[in-house]
């Protein structure tokens, strides 16, 4: 992200113009943890990953009845009713916290519990049914037209006649986090409040990297010091129960874990105080003198990027100084995101080792190097720091790198010294394309974008580059059902003539016959189940080895050049599930409630007329996911022949309706800035929302 971003894009913060991508951890929201038993018709508790999840829960009886949905509070608090419905129950949270995606499960044993749901309480109900858990175990009871999978409800009808299998599995889990779990809280009905402290300081220090499978293993690792508290394996088979392994921490270790715990609350107050200069009542812009005490004179962005041009760009009310601007640290990143050194560049090209693992093997040798989140000085004290940041209450984040640096307002010392890397992102799509008939399909992308202007500026050396992107799940449809041992890679080339957006070359870097000029990938799954099967070297996405939080590597080249550049980039959200996104419709996607002009057939009355403020959408948004309109698109065909793309950014205040005007349109494939067209046979209307961190765009036909 570029802090000489115009104010204008801030209104549309969450959307792809501040391409704000990371993760979350903790927060100070906090939620009011309930001193009474609840009624015996609900179930109560705080959803967090350190930061309070936003989003919505429901909850899934052993007879396969679901609960009304319940969204939490603004600290993760919720409450489920589940009247009429009978115990056991699993209960699952889809949301967003600290600008990243969040899908997770938690159990009760009876009605009236208060249960937390967490990533600990989803490695407990993963542990206790033998089966992966995180977005898999979403995806396998993700209730379609209130129809609950028959593999969902076995599994919680088989723990209901087990009951020592849950006792055993939160067990398991409150011995592997036990160095930093003195008092033995309860994961799952312990009290959790989301405010960095109790369980909640917990998860603000862990990272919990589910199983992908039967037979895969959990683990639970300290973010600060990349040590393992413990592992749990899941079973070949679904119920035969898994097995757990605790470690503990040495004293050196545990007084390191002791010094980190106060990294985090000492960041966010560091910042709190930076946003503090920009108050929504009352603002004028601070000096240049105010900012500079808060951003390190080792700050970068990308190339020119540096302290001079960020305190320019926070000092100017035209630029990124505005009321109420906020820099917020949701957690700690999961690793050190330097850019690559040399050294460690030289292993993306390294014969010996595979495309599937280079990814694995650069952070692998980081971490055994002692390259973790957190760095520690001889004496053991934190002297530097990578967090999860989130500006101007995007719905996503991104890694910057805190130091502790001379001359601060801030307690321990801290400075902002930012990412070091170009303006890229790899954003999460799904589609709704609603026919003649209303009757819904769903598709599901990756777009792959850098900035352009930024990559002109870098002086690589040539004018047209390569982007190399390696990490998990990036494969080829040849590949995707079976291990790859051939070292086949995603390759991403900007620009083709003509074209200003990356484009999607195959794995052997030809031109795609599959995706043409497309800049965004899709499920090898999805790819699976269509008639039409695609190449072998087609490159997808196999959507079981990603997860938000996965690290990639992008390395720019220059044509004619050596490779030079490389950065690690961590994800945000994945494409949701069809099964999810089948049956969440109405909370994910927005609904067309009126067309001006109301019918086609008056639409092509205006042909070859300026149809500037003649079109408007009309349309309405669920508050379930929080979600913001993105933009909106009218497609007008001639045939097969496509004769107008108009694409619009809406923001601000403008979430009901769109209207086009020829000062707003983002993209025109016909007569520029005349935004007319001649005879059209078709159209398709086309509305993108901004919810859980991805982009879902719903199109159907033009009225009749």
């Known amino acids: 992200m570029k802090l000489t971003l115009k104010r204008t894009a801030l209104v549309i913060a969450g959307t792809a113009l501040l391409n704000l991508y990371g993760c979350g951890g903790g927060s100070s929201d906090s939620a009011t943890v309930p001193s009474t038993p609840a009624p015996l018709t609900t179930l109560s508790g705080t959803a967090a990953v350190g930061a309070p999840i936003s989003g919505s829960v429901f909850a899934i ?107 055993s599995a939160t067990d398991a889990v409150v011995a592997i986090i036990a160095p930093l779990n003195p008092t033995g809280i309860n994961p799952l009905t312990g009290a959790l409040v989301a405010n960095g402290t109790g369980m909640d300081k917990i998860l603000d220090q862990i990272l919990m990297t589910p199983a992908d499978a039967q037979g895969a293993m959990a683990t639970i690792t300290l973010i600060a010091t990349n040590k393992s508290l413990g592992t749990v394996t899941l079973p070949q088979n679904a119920g035969a129960g898994a097995t757990s392994v605790p470690t503990s921490l040495t004293t050196p270790e545990l007084t390191k874990a002791t010094a980190a715990a106060a990294v985090l609350p000492e960041i966010r107050a560091c910042l709190a105080s930076l946003s503090a200069l920009y108050p929504k009542t009352g603002f004028q812009a601070p000096s240049s003198q105010a900012v500079s005490a808060f951003i390190d004179d080792t700050f970068l962005l990308g190339k020119g990027e540096d302290k001079a041009a960020t305190v320019a760009a926070l000092t100017n009310t035209a630029d990124f100084a505005f009321p109420g601007l906020t820099f917020e640290a949701t957690g700690l990143s999961r690793y050190d995101m330097s850019p690559l050194t040399p050294q460690e560049i030289s292993t993306l090209t390294d014969a010996n080792s595979t495309s599937t693992t280079r990814v694995a093997d650069f952070i692998g040798a980081r971490l ?71 009757v819904a399909s769903f598709t599901r992308q990756w777009a ?171 349309y309405t948004q669920s508050a379930t996911y929080g979600s913001k309109i993105g933009a909106c698109a009218l497609y007008l065909r001639n045939g097969l022949t496509q004769i107008l793309s108009a694409e619009q950014n809406v923001g601000g205040s403008d979430e009901t309706s769109c209207t086009f005007t020829t000062s707003g349109l983002n993209s025109l494939a016909s007569e520029s800035s005349l935004f007319k067209f001649a005879t059209a046979t078709s159209g398709t209307i086309q509305v993108t929302t901004r919810v859980l961190g991805i982009q879902a765009s719903s199109s159907q036909p033009y009225p009749n």
């Open 448 to 618: 792959f974008h850098i900035n352009k202007e930024t990559l002109d500026n870098q002086q690589l050396g040539g004018t047209t580059f390569s982007v190399d992107v390696r990490g998990p799940g990036l494969t080829d449809f040849g590949d995707y059902s079976a291990d790859i041992t051939t070292g086949r890679k995603l390759q991403l080339v900007m620009p083709r003539p003509g074209n200003t957006a990356m484009r999607v070359a195959d794995s052997d870097g030809t031109d795609s016959a599959f995706y043409g000029n497309a800049e965004a990938l899709q499920s090898c799954q999805d790819l699976a189940g269509i008639a039409s099967q695609p190449g072998p070297r087609t490159p997808c996405i196999d959507e079981r080895k990603v997860a938000p939080g996965h690290v990639y590597v992008w390395a720019v080249k220059a044509a004619g050049q050596p490779l030079s550049v490389a950065f690690p980039f961590q994800i945000s959200a994945v494409p949701l599930s069809k099964a999810f996104a089948h049956a969440n419709q109405a909370s994910l996607f927005a609904t067309l409630t009126s067309v001006t002009p109301s019918t086609f057939s008056a639409l092509t009355a205006l042909a070859n007329t300026l149809l500037d403020g003649r079109v408007t959408f009309n």
């Open 61 to 167: 009886d052993v007879n396969g009845k679901v609960s009304p949905a319940a969204t939490t509070s603004a600290g993760g608090g919720f409450i489920v009713n589940v009247a009429g419905m009978t115990a056991p129950f699993i209960l699952s949270i889809t949301g967003t916290a600290g600008g990243r995606l969040v899908t997770l499960n938690s159990i009760a044993t009876a009605a009236g519990q208060t249960v937390n749901i967490t990533p600990l309480t989803d490695l407990i109900v993963s542990t206790a049914l033998g089966r992966p858990g995180g977005s898999a175990l979403t995806s396998l009871c993700a209730p379609v037209n209130q129809v609950v999978p028959a593999n969902c409800v076995s599994s919680l009808a088989a723990l209901a006649t087990t009951p020592a299998r849950l006792t």
């Open 368 to 438: 055994a190097a002692g390259k973790t989140a957190i760095a520690f000085d001889a004496n053991g004290v934190p002297s530097s720091a990578w967090v999860q940041l989130r500006i101007a209450g995007a719905d996503t984040g991104e890694d910057w790198k805190m130091v502790k640096s001379a001359g601060t307002h801030c307690v321990g010392g801290w400075k902002a010294a930012g990412s070091g890397k170009f303006d890229m992102h790899m954003d999460a799509r799904i589609n709704r394309s609603i026919d003649t008939a209303g």
